[in-house]
């Protein structure tokens, strides 16, 4: 049986979908999965053994350039590629009208959420079956239960496992204990002060630990070399390709991540992850492992440096105490 994962973006969405690949591949031996995501994403859902092929997606870029012939080109290019596989069913994990449309192209039928349970109801008139899904669980274990509708099996929803391993890679000729600090977010009200980076780097240094960073744009920049300006250990990374970043975080002792796809990332690999959420709510969308922390700042307040790294040294030890 070929089945078809539809789950574009964000790089979140991505990763939280993961553990249900895992529960797939264990209880469907006889399913060969791939999956259509956006090609920024396709290093991140390589990551996992049981994705056959990948498929990727333009839609960021397409929607800019809606009336160029190349768009046009690229997308009906995705349609006969996705129909020669000849799937026996697509599963829109998403559940948005611009997933629904990619899951249409495969020309096989399409499970995914009911009107009640997707996160756009609109998209649900191009499923040819559709499951209940309670909204108010996190999205892992949203999507893990619809995988397991869909292809009639039971998940064990008391065990949680992504499948995943770091790349091969990381930082050469660096010895000891690592903190990545991942300052970089999509929205300016999700950033926490720089002020707080270099206060963590700091009382991180005080605990022998080399602070880690890297940026992805000018913006990040500035902070990335703001922290290492004030913290001269600090180690930064220049911007690299994705599956770079993820072998140096995969091999990092601690991550310290604001509310970013790769602080997800780091939670499914099951390292010590602090996350520090500002202006987002995260009970159904944030970090989700074994060693995973949020600090969610009360309305008006903030986090502070000493409070992440005390939550980073209750994780520390928790993961010190686990069976090898």
Known sequence: MKVLIVKTSSMGDVIHTFPAVEDASLARPDVSFDWCVE?????IVALHPAIAGIHTVAIRRWRKALFNGGTWREAAALRRTLRECR????????????????????????AGFDRSSAREPSATLFYDIT???????????R???????????????STLASGIAPPPGGLAGITGKTAF??????????????????GTAL???ERGMTPVTTWSNEREKAVAEAIARAIPSTIVVPKSPLADIAAILGRSTLVVGADTGLTHLASAFGLPTVAVFLAT????????????????AAPGGRVTPAEVVAEAEGLLALKSQAPA
């Open 87 to 110: 799937y026996d069913l697509v599963i829109d994990a998403q559940g948005l009208l611009k997933s629904a449309l990619v899951a249409r192209q495969a020309g096989a039928p399409i």
């Open 203 to 205: 009382l991180l240094v």
């Open 181 to 198: 600090l991942l300052h970089g977010t999509s929205r300016e009200d999700k950033k926490w002060p720089v002020e707080d980076w270099i």
């Open 131 to 141: 499951y209940a899904v309670p909204r108010d669980l996190h999205a892992i274990e």
């Open 39 to 43: 090609e920024a994403f396709a290093g």
């Open 143 to 157: 999507t893990r239960r619809l995988f397991g509708l869909a292809l009639g099996y039971q998940p064990d929803l």
């Open 281 to 296: 709510e995260p009970g159904l969308t944030g970090p989700c492992g074994p060693y995973a922390s949020t600090l969610l």
